[in-house]
């Protein structure tokens, strides 16, 4: 079984944290660039374009849904001109 010190783990740590502390900071700056070219550069200089397909509507489905919206309105006419009982003036 391999015994590592501690002291062998310092001076290794004392050597080298120059390099560790560079390999640190490249991982930093590379995540940092990633970030922003995804969610700054790709989003301000990307341009949007127009879809000029044309939107095709069912005749059937359109009719069923103006005639649910009818009937909740008619739903909705009912209820605010319906005479209620005020159950907390008994």
Do not use: C, H, W
């Amino acid at each position: 079984m391999i015994k590592i010190s501690f002291k062998k783990v310092r001076d290794s740590l004392k050597k080298y944290y120059f390099y560790i502390l560079g390999f640190f900071l490249i991982i930093l700056i590379s995540f940092n660039f990633y970030i922003y070219y995804k969610y700054i550069y790709l989003i301000t200089n990307t341009e949007i374009e127009a879809i000029n397909d044309e939107v095709k509507i069912d005749q059937e489905t359109l009719q069923s849904i103006l005639d649910d919206i009818n009937a909740r309105e008619d739903n909705l006419d009912r209820i605010k001109t319906g005479n209620y009982e005020d159950p907390f003036n008994n």
